[in-house]
């Protein structure tokens, strides 16, 4: 029983770990920046179109 519980709480510590690193790390873009270039492109020539 107390082997059982070291065991989860060993586990819960490392997914604390990993969120709290991934949580500082820097985030990246999940868009392409080709992508957000042809948004932006397509964004002026609607404004142009109206």
């Given amino acids: 029983m107390n082997d059982t519980h070291l065991l989860i709480e ?25 992508h957000r270039v042809a948004q932006r492109l397509r964004r002026f020539a609607d404004r142009i179109d109206n």
Avoid: D, L, N
Avoid at 16 to 33: H, K, L, N, T, W
């Fill in 10 to 34: 060993t586990e819960a510590r490392h997914q604390i770990a990993e969120r709290v690193a991934r949580a500082a790390g820097p985030r990246i873009p999940s868009v392409a920046p080709r």
